[in-house]
Structures are given as structure tokens and as C-alpha cells.
């Protein structure tokens, strides 16, 4: 069985350009989550999506950062414009969203560089 | 605002003795607790998840939950050098809420 799937693995941008990540959960996983993680600290929670519904936005910087799931499945999360505090680790994570204590499978992460 | 605690170390035990990393919440209406372990450059992968009072044993590795103090353990038994990594510790509220991590506790395994 596939994992969670993210591209690009690597992105160097400069300040103020727009960067989008891709991810593609683990097949019939409902539940989708956006995490970051800052060098040395936990990931922490972006975006959580049940299917195309977003039920969790709140630690969303909203500004500038959006995330959309269209059709239930894929997900991307953008960034517009980047700032430099934005360089991190952006991790996709899925699950099936079914209990108190089902798992959350990582996908590789994307590293982004600001410039 | 929901936090998770944890030594971020690092921890420096012999091979083949016990390891054990500790973690504190301040939300006493989290659920579920779970164990990642997350090595240099790669993404977290789930050790263990408890959420009952008391021990769960899984292979070398023992979760003990105690929620009337908000303690979270985890032991690891005949540590092996493949075990350093960094050991995030992460609580959840609820269904299928997000995580809330701790900062991990860098391990490492001495031969």
C-alpha cells in the first residue's frame, strides 16, 4: 500500500514569491491534516480536512496562507506571498478519522528555503 | 491553549539498557496519546498510541498513561543504537482531531 505522497520533496524561493505543496493521502483516507515543523520543535497543526471540509482552520495563518481538498482527495496548501519566517518542514499527514485512537500516517514532508 | 512538555535532552543511555522518556500536558480533556519517532531528515512515524490509564507493552517498547497527573511515558527495553532518533511525544483531544506534539527528546543509544 502506497504512502502519503508529497511533492516538491525540496523548494528554494525567494521572499514575497508564491510556493504551493502537493499531497496525496493514502487511499480511502478521509481525514487530511497540514502540519509544520520548525527546526527542533513538533509539528504543529495547520489545517485539518474531513474529506472537502475543512473542520479545523483555526492555526492557519490566513493571510497568506491557503489550502483547498476539491474533491475529497488530493490537497494543496499555498503559500503567497513567502516570507523568510516561513522556512520550515510542511508535513501532509492522513487517516481514516474514525476513532479516538487511529493513526496518523506522515508523508515525507516538503523542506522549504526562503530566500 | 493546549501544551506538551517533554526533556529535549539529550539522553545518552547504554546500549541494551532502558531508556525512558518522559512528557507532561496541560489539557485534562485529551484522549489519546501517541509515541513518534522521528530520525534525522525524515518524517515522524507512530511508536505507540494509549489511552487508558495504566501500561500497554508492545515489543521492547511500554507506554504508561497516568491522567490524574497528565504524565505520559514511554520505556524502551534493550536499547539498540538504531533507536537514537528524536521521540516526539503528541496528545489529541478527541475523533480525529490534530495532534498537539511536544518539542521530542533527542535519544541517544551509546554502544
Known amino acids: 500500500e502506497a504512502g502519503v505522497v508529497q511533492s516538491p520533496r525540496y523548494k528554494i524561493i525567494e521572499k514575497k514569491q508564491p510556493v504551493a505543496f502537493w499531497c496525496n493521502p493514502i487511499s480511502g483516507h478521509n481525514t487530511l491534516y497540514w502540519y509544520l515543523q520548525n527546526l527542533g520543535q513538533g509539528p504543529e497543526l495547520l489545517i485539518r480536512y474531513e474529506n472537502e471540509e475543512a473542520v479545523d482552520d483555526s492555526q492557519l495563518p490566513k493571510d497568506r496562507f491557503s489550502a483547498e481538498r476539491l474533491k475529497g482527495v488530493d490537497s494543496t496548501l499555498k503559500i503567497q506571498p513567502a516570507e523568510l519566517g516561513d522556512s520550515a518542514v510542511y508535513l501532509c499527514a492522513s487517516s481514516l478519522g474514525t476513532s479516538g485512537g487511529d493513526e496518523q500516517f506522515f508523508g515525507p514532508g516538503t523542506r522549504l528555503t526562503v530566500l | 491553549q493546549k501544551e506538551v512538555e517533554q526533556n529535549s535532552g539529550p539522553l545518552s543511555v547504554p546500549e541494551g539498557a532502558i531508556a525512558s522518556l518522559n512528557c507532561t500536558y496541560s489539557?485534562?480533556?485529551?484522549?489519546?496519546f501517541f509515541w513518534y519517532r522521528q530520525y534525522s531528515g525524515k518524517s515522524p512515524e507512530l511508536i505507540m498510541f494509549i489511552y487508558s490509564n495504566g501500561d500497554k507493552e508492545d515489543g521492547r517498547f511500554t507506554a504508561q498513561l497516568n491522567k490524574a497527573s497528565q504524565y505520559v511515558s514511554l520505556l524502551i527495553r534493550d536499547s539498540q543504537p538504531s533507536d537514537s532518533a528524536t521521540y516526539l511525544c503528541a496528545v489529541r483531544g478527541g475523533g480525529a482531531d490534530g495532534l498537539t506534539f511536544g518539542k521530542g527528546t533527542h535519544l541517544i543509544i551509546q554502544p
Open positions: 489539557d485534562r480533556g485529551s484522549q489519546s
